[in-house]
């Protein structure tokens, strides 16, 4: 396939035919970049440069957005457009350009752009592994979404509009200004502000008609939520801020909608809504419009072209939403630009950009002089101020006006944890993500314990390094506003492998990854930063699937303190994280249909014993834990039944769910010269055994059951978060 540019050249896109790891060690499929080859305007190249020491992995990381560091192999990966291709030659390092990756990554463009049968950019379909970029939602395709969600599950999901973003805010209905429409549609405002030679590279037919609004979608069970005196614990995730990032704003629908189609039939999906409320909110709708169907799908920021155009690439206007945020905004460090066509254009003030202005509004709220506090956001303020920061800003007010980086969130903080959703560096960040001499020169916040303690639980499922900065100063960004204005513990998470992850891959790998992750969090969310400093409690079972009430019921589940993945920053001058500390395990308890911090929750001890997944260097730390729970008083029909183990340090952790189904106890009168005799002690399962063998002894099919449900009490295995 070939592409044009807007210098009449072609861009040859091949067909992609094998996957980053093997061109990475095949010689001949990595080749060195030719600084005097101009036909790749436009192109996205995937580049490998290795580095010797930490001064050149200091540079590279600065000169490269979400790189990938491979430690052991010293290598530094990304994708990168030509500018930033020619920076990187001009340091003077080996830049070697991975042709099966970049060829990989044309075809998913060129894809991408292609305008399905029905007149839309993409498809909806998320199951067809074969296509390398159809299976990605446009923003059109994701409100759409968020509607349907709404109707199918009235009781269950909200869908709400956080304001217009910049190009909504200039836009104009038709025939509201006769004598000039060029504010009339998505398309007309692109024209009214970038040159033919931009606009040439679009069909301007599939854009919108009027600029996409930020929205959000909120799913948890709001009627038992709002009936409660303590406000629910919240997940507030964002995606799409940089807008070439497909996978993010991907991800965070699929984990909800997986949570409402599993609502009925999961208990873990069930307490998860029950109890806690999530928030997906779209930031950049404008530049993802526009990646989506443009030439190098290299969009990133949003469209300020007013205020952020770029005289010398027109493409490249706009402002990096992630510098935009004001906690932290201009630091005085290398943590974003001033310059305007820069990928990490800061904006000309804090919150100048309407995107940033409505997500803010919508997490932090507003704030409350009299009570010194921030109030009625998605997240609730953990944070204490003293006096001398007792304002909108946080800021001193009797010193220099400087933020305060050193009052942490109390421990016991139970509002829920902000994650904004990113590609493609495979890693776990969070506060904070630039040094500051206010804070002793150090990044690290009043919570980085219990920061810290979450990523490493959460890399243990997702699998990604929990290392808190990428190796440079990132300021005026969403984790380090929310957690400097509120105290929630606030992440990065950057998923994947690449900007254009192939559907291929995506599926298998990478919402997997996340899906694990996001489960996790969602079973500690209740008190994030005191339940991950105890143990993962996971797969708990019952052992049968109705019990008779009076009857006992046998309950399984995996208790683990040994979930945590430690990573070592790449560069010596980072902090390492605080490294985990492995307990062993103390107790496990169960809890019929109360949580265990809920008034009247009665814990049932339950028995530990050796693991099969236990490791044989901390035996002790991963445990079975098995036992009968009484049915007596229950009434029939479902139940919740909730595990939670304490290790050695008494620290209680996150908490797994099973179903328990009960049903009313068989009480007709047995026909005569049946079988009379008393079931034995300890719970006999109430349901009918098969044809009985001769003299009233049991048939083989009889032993079949039996042998089952008894593997079935002590054989339960674990299923990984």
Not at 129 to 138: E, F, M, P, Q, V
């Amino acid at each position: 396939m070939n592409i044009k540019t807007n210098k009449g050249q072609y861009v040859r896109v091949a067909r992609w035919s094998i996957v980053l790891a093997a061109a990475i060690t095949a010689c001949n499929m990595v080749s060195a970049a030719d600084p005097s080859d101009t036909s790749g305007w436009g192109k996205v190249y995937s580049i490998v440069v290795p580095y010797s020491n930490d001064n050149d992995l200091n540079a590279l990381t600065r000169l490269i957005d979400h790189p990938y560091v491979d430690q052991k192999a010293r290598t530094v990966s990304a994708e990168v457009g030509a500018e930033e291709l020619a920076k990187l030659q001009a340091l003077g390092l080996t830049v070697r350009i991975n042709e099966a990756e970049t060829a990989r990554i044309g075809e998913f463009i060129a894809e991408r752009t292609k305008p399905s049968s029905a007149g839309q950019v993409g498809s909806q379909k998320i199951s067809d592994g074969g296509s390398h970029s159809l299976c990605y939602r446009t923003v059109g395709q994701v409100y759409t979404s968020f509607d349907e969600l709404a109707a199918k599950y009235p009781k269950l999901v909200k869908v709400q509009t956080l304001g217009k973003t910049w190009l909504g805010t200039k836009y104009k209905k038709p025939g509201t200004d006769t004598a000039d429409n060029s504010a009339s549609s998505f398309g007309n405002l692109l024209a009214k502000y970038l040159p033919l030679s931009v606009i040439q590279l679009f069909n301007l037919s599939l854009f919108p008609q009027e600029p996409y609004p930020i929205k959000v979608i909120v799913a948890g069970n709001f009627e038992k939520q709002d009936a409660q005196a303590e406000k629910p614990p919240n997940m507030v995730w964002t995606g799409g801020i940089h807008a070439r990032e497909y996978a993010p704003q991907e991800v965070g629908i699929k984990y909800i909608e997986w949570m409402l189609a599993n609502y009925e039939t999961d208990a873990n999906a069930r307490m998860m809504l029950d109890t806690n409320r999530y928030h997906f909110a779209v930031h950049n709708p404008d530049g993802r419009s526009i990646a989506e169907q443009q030439v190098s799908a290299s969009q990133r920021k949003n469209t300020d072209y007013e205020v952020a155009a770029c005289s010398t690439n027109a493409s490249r206007g706009g402002v990096d939403l992630n510098r935009n945020y004001p906690f932290g905004w201009r630091t005085g460090g290398p943590g974003a630009s001033d310059n305007k066509c820069a990928e990490d254009y800061r904006g000309t003030a804090p919150v100048s950009e309407p995107e940033t202005q409505a997500v803010l509004d919508y997490v932090r709220g507003t704030w409350n002089q009299a009570a010194c506090k921030w109030e009625g956001g998605a997240l609730p303020d953990g944070r204490p101020k003293n006096a001398n920061y007792c304002n909108a800003q946080n800021r001193d007010n009797g010193g220099a006006g400087e933020f305060d980086w050193k009052t942490g969130a109390d421990e016991n903080y139970g509002g829920g944890i902000f994650i904004d959703l990113h590609s493609n560096a495979r890693a776990i960040l969070w506060s904070w993500g630039v040094t500051r001499s206010e804070n002793d020169g150090s990044i690290q916040t009043p919570n980085n314990l219990g920061l810290a303690t979450i990523a490493q639980r959460l890399a243990y499922h997702n699998k990604y390094s929990a290392q808190q900065v990428l190796g440079y100063d990132t300021e005026g960004t969403t984790k380090d506003a929310i957690y400097g204005y509120l105290g929630a513990p606030s992440y990065t998470v950057e998923m994947g492998r690449s900007f254009y992850e192939t559907c291929d891959n995506f599926n298998k790998e990478v919402y997997p990854e996340n899906f694990n992750g996001f489960h996790y969090l969602s079973r500690i969310l209740y008190r994030p930063y005191q339940l991950p400093q105890g143990p993962d409690t996971v797969d708990v079972k019952i052992a049968a699937d109705a019990i008779a009430v009076g009857a006992q019921a046998a309950v399984t589940a995996t208790v683990d303190d040994n979930r945590y993945l430690y990573s070592k920053p790449g560069q010596s001058d980072i902090p390492a994280p605080p490294v985990p500390v492995i307990k062993n395990i103390k107790t496990a308890m169960a809890y019929i249909d109360k949580l265990p911090w809920e008034a009247g929750a009665v814990g049932i001890p339950l028995t530990l014993a050796a693991s099969e997944h236990a490791s044989a260097e901390f035996p002790e730390a991963t445990k079975t834990a098995s036992g009968m729970l009484d049915t007596t008083g229950l009434v029939a029909g479902r139940h919740m039944v909730y595990v939670q183990g304490t290790n050695a340090d008494g620290k209680p952790g996150s908490v797994s769910a099973a179903f328990l189904n009960v049903k009313a106890a068989d009480t007709t009168t047995p026909p005569t010269g049946g079988d009379t005799s008393t079931p034995p002690p300890g719970g006999a399962i109430a349901m009918p055994f098969g044809k009985r063998g001769g003299g009233g002894s049991l048939g083989w099919g009889d032993f079949a059951l039996v042998l089952l449900g008894l593997a079935g009490i002590a054989g339960a295995r674990r299923k990984r978060g």
